[in-house]
């Protein structure tokens, strides 16, 4: 199993990443900001296909990236929200069939590995 | 075991690169230096260079910038440990054929003038060396002595031949903006289309492949462009240009058909090059059924081709240390061998020439578990929905 996650920062901004260990890619979200950091939506599924959705919105969601000068972040400009954000994945993998689906919501590292995903 | 994997249809939406396809026509538009001034006042990168001129207190010589003059070609001097050696068949072959050579399109002659008025040339040697060639042979109406024709140099005051040195290397490659594969192919596919222009038989093929691959909604694009966002794109333009008209068809026809929402990955061209080249030998052929099992094995297993090529970089890395002891250099024959091995492994029933399948046997073995996983288990073990 490998995952998407859909992550909001402490002032709001979604970004997004993947991770075959998403309890401590969280908890190295907590380390770097010094508070405790939501994946608001963890995807799991096919390591090829999540990596294939990310790539997807590095490439074709690429005009929502947040740009610091030429470095592209992997997180998205203001005014684009989570909703945004999930609702194109959702579009993404719904529509071109990537075997991923949303087991987690709202996770932090508190919580240790979800029973259902491990 | 049966070949079940199925390739659902993905709803295709319209093509921006159909309308925006920067190679269809030329814009026409000519913009004055403004325009680029005010691009690069706008640009972070500059600003920051700008930046460290203010703060290093430095301005811009104007007395540095060379001086150019109509001077006699018999003045010129060569420094054969500042130049190359000279390359007659460059000469020859390059410059001066008879279908190519256009005195229009000579450079001036790069020098440094010392200060006893010497010119010492630090670039150009075999363009100044062709026309007074081509005056030594009569080929120049009313010049008969090359030595006292008059040609335009471009040059900078200076004794240093450190400096004639280090301008060299920077005039032939280190400090130029060289042109690009895809500006090289779009300069190509413009004469063609918009000049009209079609003497070229070499442009005339490259437009064939670029509206053969257009007519598949597939686009060469400039690397690192704005373009490389919309589906059907690509930026391996040396791969390209090195495939058959056949090849483009059959890997662009597929690429639209399948995968129409991706951009384009390198991979394709590779496998669709080996499918063609190594199927006749072999009297095999890709049959329309072969096509669809691949694309429903790609988009099962990898979701895009790009993801299964960067799988292929990982099962040969793997492969070669288990088999030779070190990571061997890659190989893009990999592409069409994985593959291939994969849809055997599957089940596919079609026949497959052996030179593909036998010269990397257990390549596939070396997929990753998740991957092989779901040929042993024949099921997809995250349901979609």
Known sequence: MYYLYLITSLRGRAGFGITSDYKERNQQYASHSGDIVKFSYIYGGLSTHAKTVESTIKRQYIDNIWMVDDWKTEWLKDGISMSDLKSYVDDLVNNRHYRIQVVAEDYDFTQGMLDNNQ | ?385
């Open chain 2, 1 to 385: 075991m049966a070949f079940d994997l199925k390739y659902e249809a993905v709803r295709r939406i319209p093509n921006p690169m159909v309308k925006i396809n920067p190679m269809k026509n030329g814009t026409g538009k000519i913009v004055n230096l403004q325009d680029r001034v005010d691009k690069l006042n706008k640009n972070a990168a500059w600003k920051k260079t700008i930046k460290t001129w203010v703060e290093a207190g430095k301005t811009v010589e104007v007395d540095r910038i060379p001086k150019w003059i109509l001077e006699e070609l018999g003045l010129l001097n060569i420094a054969e440990d500042v130049q190359r050696e000279l390359d007659e068949k460059h000469c020859a072959n390059r410059i001066a054929p008879v279908g190519v050579f256009d005195p229009a399109l000579m450079q001036p002659a790069l020098c440094i003038k010392t200060s006893k008025g010497k010119y010492i040339s630090i670039n150009s040697q075999h363009t100044v060396s062709t026309i007074a060639g081509l005056i030594d042979a009569g080929l120049v109406p009313g010049v008969t002595d090359w030595r006292k024709f008059k040609f335009p140099f471009y040059y900078v005051e200076t004794d240093s031949l450190a400096f004639a040195r280090r301008a060299f290397g920077i005039f032939n490659g280190k400090g130029s903006k060289k042109q690009s594969q895809y500006m090289q192919l779009r300069n190509a596919v413009y004469i063609v289309r918009i000049d009209k222009e079609t003497s070229d038989p070499d442009e005339v093929a490259k437009e064939r492949k670029v509206s053969i691959a257009e007519k598949h909604e597939c686009f060469p694009v400039e690397l690192n462009s704005d373009f490389i966002k919309y589906p059907g794109t690509f930026t391996n333009i040396s791969t390209f240009e090195g495939l058959t008209d056949d090849e483009i068809d059959m890997s662009c026809a597929w690429h639209n058909k399948y995968f129409h929402y991706e951009g384009v990955h390198v991979s394709l061209f590779f496998i669709y090059r080996d499918f063609v080249r190594k199927f006749k030998p072999a009297k095999c052929k890709v049959t329309p059924q072969l096509e669809e099992e691949l694309a429903a094995l790609i988009q099962n297993l990898f979701g895009s081709l790009s993801q299964f090529a960067e799988s292929c970089k990982k099962v040969w890395r793997l492969y070669t240390d288990a088999k030779f002891g070190y990571e061997d250099d890659w190989n893009d024959d990999i592409y069409a061998e994985a593959l291939l091995q994969l849809y055997k492994k599957f089940g596919g029933a079609e026949k497959i020439p052996k030179a593909i399948l036998d010269t990397h046997d257990d390549l596939v073995e070396f997929f990753d578990d998740d991957i092989l996983n779901l040929a042993d288990n024949n099921v997809l073990s995250v349901s979609n929905n």
